[in-house]
């Protein structure tokens, strides 16, 4: 079975300092991890993903994630934080054998003081 | 390219009534994946199809819920006899291929009086 903790449900920054969600996943297998985002009322949009290429994983908008294996870790960061990152994020998991069923975490709400 | 589309945006039904949400997948797309987001809470993942199969659907509540993807047309999340449990937001996912990444639509929001 495979899962996601993330381990801060709010997190509060200052608008231009940096950014760290955390991530902890467990899985059997080698797992795809990924970061999405979702704004107010919004769809949800792929910030990011890793499978098992380069560790440190660039995405949209600024934003990258460290593949740490032997942490079993996936945390997000962002250098500087801008008004429009404001927005909930899931840590997601999944593995695949031809069915990628995604498993996500229960998110954290990300607040950007002005 | 289109995005994922999913109609209607908004949907109030009472209890006992039928709910019948739709989602068309990105032009490409033959995966389709459905989710359901309860308040505060994170997606849970229901059903996943392909063109006319149903590939997975352990998670989808075993007494009425129901989904397809015809070979021509939206995939189909129904509801029958709707409970306010059922009350939640349900997103559609697509992809390209059965590893490929997950594109999701904007959702349904469910409401049930």
């Known amino acids: 079975a495979q899962s996601v903790t993330q381990l801060d449900s709010h997190v509060s920054v200052s608008e231009g300092t940096p950014v760290l969600l955390r991530c902890n996943y467990s899985?059997?297998?080698?797992?795809?991890l990924f970061w999405y985002v979702q704004h107010p009322n919004k769809g949800l949009q792929l910030l990011l993903k890793y499978t098992s290429a380069a560790t440190l994983v660039k995405g949209i908008n600024g934003f990258e994630a460290e593949f740490k294996k032997s942490e079993t870790s996936f945390h997000l960061t962002k250098p500087s934080a801008h008004m429009s990152d404001a927005a909930e994020y899931f840590c997601?998991?999944?593995?695949?054998?031809?069915?990628?069923?995604?498993?996500f975490g229960t998110g954290t709400r990300l607040t950007i003081i002005p | 390219n289109a995005g994922v589309m999913q109609n209607p945006r908004h949907l109030v039904r009472r209890r006992g009534q039928e709910a019948r949400l739709r989602c068309s997948p990105m032009k490409g797309h033959s995966h389709v994946y459905w989710y359901r987001q309860l308040p505060e809470e994170g997606l849970k993942f229901m059903v996943y199809l392909q063109k006319e199969n149903i590939i997975d659907e352990s998670g989808m509540p075993k007494e009425r819920f129901s989904a397809e993807f015809p070979k021509e047309g939206p995939s189909i999340l129904r509801i029958q006899q709707v409970v306010r449990g059922d009350s939640a937001a349900y997103f559609c996912?697509?992809?390209?291929?059965?590893?490929?990444?997950?594109?999701f639509g904007p959702g349904t929001r469910l409401l049930v009086l």
């Open positions: 899985s059997s297998y080698s797992p795809s």
């Open positions: 996912a697509s992809s390209p291929t059965p590893t490929g990444a997950q594109y």
């Open positions: 997601v998991v999944s593995v695949g054998f031809g069915n990628e069923k995604l498993t």
